[in-house]
T-cell receptor
Framework: DTGVSQNPRHKITKRGQNVTFRCDPI?????LYWYRQTLGQGPEFLTY????????KSRLLSDRFSAERPKGSFSTLEIQRTEQGDSAMYLC?????????????FGPGTRLLVL | GENVEQHPSTLSVQEGDSAVIKCTYS??????FPWYKQELGKGPQLIID?????GEKKDQRIAVTLNKTAKHFSLHITETQPEDSAVYFC?????????????FGQGTTLQVKP
């Protein structure tokens, strides 16, 4: 399967714990996005990477959230001191450079439940 | 700020009928409009997209129309089948000189009754 992959698929944690999610984009896609989706809503943009550079962060991304893409390939999203309001589906998407750069392909998501 | 409104929130049709979902956007600089289908427990799957230099695009039973003046675009599904049942999201972005982040609508739950 050459699509976007995300791990883990599900995560249950207790309030106050730290969690880290991983995204592996489609090979050679240099653009990578993180979105958050709560129940019954559309995905909301969190942050964007072009290669290893983080070029935009949403106001939704509080200082408890940090994302990295150290070698311009896979990316990680860490949430520190989780709160119940962080419970959501975290989606990763990637897109190629060039003519089709707008076309984003999504992974299956990581569903986070904070107890 | 940037906003995309999507209607209806739920849509129930009989198998074989057509389904239409409508979206309006606020950012006049938006130039790319994809539609995604999301099944339970899965990530959004791109089903069709349209760019602002085109008024209509069709792919088998699915078509999208764009009215830039009115800032709205629509998804049309003909000859619906039970497997079309899912949540559909419209989105908008502006790609030139921008990150290309997608602004999504609230979603439409489509139920196709056999």
């Amino acid at each position: 399967d050459t699509g976007v992959s995300q791990n883990p698929r599900h995560k249950i944690t207790k309030r106050g714990q730290n969690v880290t999610f991983r995204c592996d984009p489609i090979s050679e896609h240099n653009r990578l996005y993180w979105y958050r989706q709560t129940l019954g809503q559309g995905p909301e943009f969190l942050t964007y990477f072009q290669n290893e550079a983080q070029l935009e962060k949403s106001r939704l991304l509080s200082d408890r959230f940090s994302a990295e893409r150290p070698k311009g390939s896979f990316s990680t999203l860490e949430i520190q001191r989780t709160e119940q309001g962080d419970s959501a589906m975290y989606l990763c998407a990637s897109s190629p450079s060039g003519e089709s750069q707008e076309t984003q392909y999504f992974g299956p998501g990581t569903r986070l439940l904070v107890l | 700020g940037e906003n995309v409104e999507q209607h209806p929130s739920t849509l129930s049709v009989q198998e074989g009928d057509s389904a239409v979902i409508k979206c309006t956007y606020s950012d006049s600089a938006s130039n790319y409009f994809p539609w995604y289908k999301q099944e339970l427990g899965k990530g959004p799957q791109l089903i069709i997209d349209i760019r602002s230099n085109v008024g209509e695009k069709k792919d088998q039973r699915i078509a999208v129309t764009l009215n830039k003046t009115a800032k709205h675009f629509s998804l049309h599904i003909t000859e619906t089948q039970p497997e079309d049942s899912a949540v559909y999201f419209c989105a908008a972005s502006r790609s030139s000189g921008n990150t290309g982040k997608l602004i999504f609508g609230q979603g439409t739950t489509l139920q196709v009754k056999p």
